[in-house]
Protein backbone atom coordinates (compact mmCIF):
# COMPACT_ATOMS: atom_id res chain seq x y z
CA UNK A 1 0.00 0.00 0.00
CA UNK A 2 1.75 3.21 -1.28
CA UNK A 3 1.69 6.05 1.05
CA UNK A 4 -1.36 9.11 0.05
CA UNK A 5 0.30 11.65 -2.31
CA UNK A 6 0.72 15.29 -0.45
CA UNK A 7 2.78 18.13 -1.50
CA UNK A 8 6.10 18.62 0.76
CA UNK A 9 5.49 22.08 1.61
CA UNK A 10 3.05 24.76 1.43
CA UNK A 11 3.27 28.46 3.15
CA UNK A 12 0.87 31.65 3.30
CA UNK A 13 1.13 34.94 5.49
CA UNK A 14 -0.95 35.53 8.37
CA UNK A 15 -5.14 36.12 7.30
CA UNK A 16 -4.34 34.28 3.97
CA UNK A 17 -5.98 30.31 3.07
CA UNK A 18 -3.84 27.38 1.99
CA UNK A 19 -4.56 24.48 0.55
CA UNK A 20 -2.72 20.79 1.15
CA UNK A 21 -4.08 17.93 -1.24
CA UNK A 22 -4.22 14.76 -0.58
CA UNK A 23 -4.30 12.36 -3.57
CA UNK A 24 -5.04 8.57 -3.44
CA UNK A 25 -6.46 5.99 -5.12
CA UNK A 26 -10.15 4.32 -5.93
CA UNK A 27 -8.93 1.51 -3.34
CA UNK A 28 -8.41 4.74 -0.75
CA UNK A 29 -9.68 8.28 -0.50
CA UNK A 30 -11.87 7.59 -3.63
CA UNK A 31 -13.88 4.62 -1.70
CA UNK A 32 -14.67 5.68 1.27
CA UNK A 33 -15.32 8.94 3.18
CA UNK A 34 -13.17 7.57 5.93
CA UNK A 35 -10.21 10.28 5.60
CA UNK A 36 -9.02 12.00 8.23
CA UNK A 37 -6.37 15.01 8.92
CA UNK A 38 -3.82 15.15 11.33
CA UNK A 39 -2.08 18.37 12.72
CA UNK A 40 2.12 17.44 13.92
CA UNK A 41 3.47 20.16 15.81
CA UNK A 42 7.69 19.71 16.35
CA UNK A 43 8.54 16.70 19.02
CA UNK A 44 4.54 16.00 19.47
CA UNK A 45 2.39 13.41 18.68
CA UNK A 46 -0.39 14.24 16.45
CA UNK A 47 -4.17 15.60 16.30
CA UNK A 48 -6.54 15.42 14.89
CA UNK A 49 -8.02 17.90 12.84
CA UNK A 50 -10.66 16.83 10.75
CA UNK A 51 -12.41 13.09 10.30
CA UNK A 52 -15.07 11.71 7.75
CA UNK A 53 -13.46 14.18 5.22
CA UNK A 54 -15.13 17.38 6.88
CA UNK A 55 -16.10 16.87 10.44
CA UNK A 56 -13.90 19.13 13.14
CA UNK A 57 -13.97 17.68 16.72
CA UNK A 58 -14.96 20.21 19.13
CA UNK A 59 -12.46 22.48 19.71
CA UNK A 60 -10.66 22.98 16.56
CA UNK A 61 -11.34 26.52 15.11
CA UNK A 62 -13.53 26.86 12.11
CA UNK A 63 -10.62 27.75 10.47
CA UNK A 64 -9.67 24.19 9.50
CA UNK A 65 -11.61 22.75 6.66
CA UNK A 66 -11.87 19.36 4.70
CA UNK A 67 -13.26 18.44 1.26
CA UNK A 68 -12.63 15.09 -1.20
CA UNK A 69 -13.00 14.87 -5.07
CA UNK A 70 -12.60 11.42 -6.77
CA UNK A 71 -9.30 10.54 -5.54
CA UNK A 72 -8.02 13.84 -3.69
CA UNK A 73 -8.76 14.72 -0.16
CA UNK A 74 -7.94 18.20 0.78
CA UNK A 75 -7.33 20.49 3.51
CA UNK A 76 -8.13 24.14 4.03
CA UNK A 77 -6.39 26.61 6.55
CA UNK A 78 -8.31 29.97 6.33
CA UNK A 79 -7.02 33.06 7.86
CA UNK A 80 -3.74 31.16 8.64
CA UNK A 81 -2.06 31.93 12.06
CA UNK A 82 1.52 31.55 13.54
CA UNK A 83 0.43 28.94 15.22
CA UNK A 84 -0.65 26.81 12.24
CA UNK A 85 2.84 26.30 11.49
CA UNK A 86 3.11 22.06 11.60
CA UNK A 87 3.85 19.24 9.86
CA UNK A 88 -0.20 17.99 8.52
CA UNK A 89 -1.27 14.14 7.75
CA UNK A 90 -4.05 12.78 5.59
CA UNK A 91 -4.74 9.17 6.63
CA UNK A 92 -7.54 7.02 4.93
CA UNK A 93 -9.08 3.65 5.57
CA UNK A 94 -8.12 1.10 2.31
CA UNK A 95 -10.49 -1.52 0.61
CA UNK A 96 -7.76 -3.77 1.71
CA UNK A 97 -8.91 -3.69 5.42
CA UNK A 98 -5.85 -1.55 6.08
CA UNK A 99 -5.08 2.12 6.83
CA UNK A 100 -2.09 4.81 4.63
CA UNK A 101 -1.26 8.29 6.10
CA UNK A 102 -0.15 11.08 3.55
CA UNK A 103 3.36 11.84 2.90
CA UNK A 104 3.24 14.47 4.94
CA UNK A 105 2.82 18.46 4.40
CA UNK A 106 5.01 21.01 6.37
CA UNK A 107 3.30 24.38 6.43
CA UNK A 108 5.12 27.10 6.83
CA UNK A 109 3.89 30.71 8.23
CA UNK A 110 6.29 33.74 6.42
CA UNK B 1 -10.66 13.08 29.61
CA UNK B 2 -8.87 10.13 27.68
CA UNK B 3 -5.15 8.90 28.48
CA UNK B 4 -2.39 6.74 27.00
CA UNK B 5 0.57 7.00 28.96
CA UNK B 6 3.11 4.48 26.69
CA UNK B 7 6.79 3.27 28.05
CA UNK B 8 10.09 5.23 28.08
CA UNK B 9 12.81 4.99 25.99
CA UNK B 10 14.21 2.07 24.41
CA UNK B 11 17.75 1.65 23.03
CA UNK B 12 18.17 -2.08 21.47
CA UNK B 13 20.75 -3.96 19.25
CA UNK B 14 20.05 -5.12 15.82
CA UNK B 15 18.31 -8.78 15.77
CA UNK B 16 17.03 -7.89 19.19
CA UNK B 17 13.06 -7.26 20.08
CA UNK B 18 11.37 -4.26 21.55
CA UNK B 19 8.12 -4.78 23.43
CA UNK B 20 6.38 -0.86 23.53
CA UNK B 21 3.83 -0.16 26.10
CA UNK B 22 0.51 2.33 25.99
CA UNK B 23 -1.72 2.28 29.30
CA UNK B 24 -5.16 3.45 28.83
CA UNK B 25 -7.34 5.37 31.84
CA UNK B 26 -10.36 7.51 32.05
CA UNK B 27 -12.20 5.21 29.48
CA UNK B 28 -13.34 1.74 28.97
CA UNK B 29 -10.05 0.12 27.79
CA UNK B 30 -12.06 -2.82 25.85
CA UNK B 31 -14.68 -0.88 24.19
CA UNK B 32 -12.22 0.70 21.66
CA UNK B 33 -9.82 -0.33 19.40
CA UNK B 34 -6.18 0.70 19.94
CA UNK B 35 -3.50 1.32 16.98
CA UNK B 36 0.16 1.55 16.56
CA UNK B 37 1.59 4.26 14.14
CA UNK B 38 5.69 5.11 14.33
CA UNK B 39 7.54 7.61 12.60
CA UNK B 40 10.86 7.85 11.44
CA UNK B 41 13.35 10.14 12.61
CA UNK B 42 12.71 13.32 9.72
CA UNK B 43 9.95 10.75 8.20
CA UNK B 44 6.26 10.68 7.75
CA UNK B 45 3.73 8.91 9.82
CA UNK B 46 3.20 4.91 9.06
CA UNK B 47 0.38 2.61 10.13
CA UNK B 48 1.27 -0.71 11.70
CA UNK B 49 -1.90 -2.17 12.50
CA UNK B 50 -4.78 -2.48 15.56
CA UNK B 51 -5.79 -4.55 18.18
CA UNK B 52 -8.82 -5.12 19.36
CA UNK B 53 -8.70 -4.69 23.20
CA UNK B 54 -11.81 -7.22 23.73
CA UNK B 55 -11.25 -10.21 22.41
CA UNK B 56 -7.73 -10.06 21.50
CA UNK B 57 -7.74 -9.77 17.47
CA UNK B 58 -5.14 -7.67 15.35
CA UNK B 59 -4.70 -6.60 12.02
CA UNK B 60 -1.27 -6.12 11.08
CA UNK B 61 0.25 -3.79 7.71
CA UNK B 62 1.53 -6.19 5.54
CA UNK B 63 5.27 -4.92 5.77
CA UNK B 64 4.97 -5.98 9.45
CA UNK B 65 3.66 -9.05 9.34
CA UNK B 66 5.72 -11.80 10.69
CA UNK B 67 7.60 -9.69 12.79
CA UNK B 68 5.00 -7.33 14.79
CA UNK B 69 3.17 -8.99 17.85
CA UNK B 70 0.15 -6.58 19.40
CA UNK B 71 -1.11 -7.74 22.83
CA UNK B 72 -3.34 -6.42 26.11
CA UNK B 73 -3.80 -7.05 29.47
CA UNK B 74 -6.82 -6.24 29.96
CA UNK B 75 -6.42 -6.49 33.86
CA UNK B 76 -4.26 -3.26 34.17
CA UNK B 77 -6.24 -1.44 30.80
CA UNK B 78 -2.75 -1.66 28.73
CA UNK B 79 -1.85 -2.66 25.17
CA UNK B 80 1.43 -3.49 23.54
CA UNK B 81 3.30 -3.67 20.65
CA UNK B 82 6.58 -5.59 20.21
CA UNK B 83 8.75 -5.61 17.27
CA UNK B 84 10.98 -8.69 16.48
CA UNK B 85 13.99 -8.44 14.38
CA UNK B 86 15.12 -5.08 14.91
CA UNK B 87 16.91 -3.41 11.91
CA UNK B 88 18.85 -0.30 12.18
CA UNK B 89 15.51 1.12 10.21
CA UNK B 90 13.37 0.56 12.48
CA UNK B 91 14.75 3.00 14.42
CA UNK B 92 11.64 5.68 15.58
CA UNK B 93 9.14 6.72 17.82
CA UNK B 94 6.06 4.54 18.21
CA UNK B 95 3.12 5.37 18.82
CA UNK B 96 -0.27 4.29 20.46
CA UNK B 97 -3.78 6.07 18.87
CA UNK B 98 -7.55 5.18 20.16
CA UNK B 99 -9.88 4.63 17.29
CA UNK B 100 -13.48 6.54 18.96
CA UNK B 101 -15.53 3.86 17.61
CA UNK B 102 -17.46 2.43 21.02
CA UNK B 103 -18.37 -1.19 21.20
CA UNK B 104 -17.73 -4.54 21.55
CA UNK B 105 -18.43 -6.61 18.41
CA UNK B 106 -15.41 -5.99 16.77
CA UNK B 107 -16.98 -3.94 13.85
CA UNK B 108 -16.92 -0.57 15.74
CA UNK B 109 -14.53 1.10 14.13
CA UNK B 110 -14.81 4.65 13.00
CA UNK B 111 -11.62 4.94 10.82
CA UNK B 112 -9.50 7.84 12.80
CA UNK B 113 -7.96 8.87 16.04
CA UNK B 114 -9.31 10.73 18.61
CA UNK B 115 -6.18 10.40 21.35
CA UNK B 116 -2.30 9.35 20.80
CA UNK B 117 0.39 8.26 23.66
CA UNK B 118 2.78 10.62 23.73
CA UNK B 119 5.24 8.39 21.65
CA UNK B 120 8.31 6.28 22.45
CA UNK B 121 11.52 6.36 20.98
CA UNK B 122 13.25 3.42 19.59
CA UNK B 123 16.93 3.39 19.04
CA UNK B 124 18.47 0.58 16.96
CA UNK B 125 22.18 0.71 16.84
CA UNK B 126 25.26 -1.38 17.10
Known amino acids: QSALTQPPAVSGSPGQSVTISCTGTSSDVGSYNRVSWYQQPPGTAPKLLIYEVSNRPSG ?4 FSGSKSDNTASLTISGLQAEDEADYYCFSYTSSDTYVFGTGTKVTVL | QVQLVQ ?12 KVSCRASEYTFTAYHMHWVRQAPGQGLEWMGWINPNSGGVNYAERFQGRVTMTRDTSISTAYMELNRLRSDDTAVYFCARDPGRGYSGYNHLYYFDSWGQGTLVTVSS
Open chain 1, 60 to 63: VPDR
Open chain 2, 7 to 18: SGAEVKKPGASV
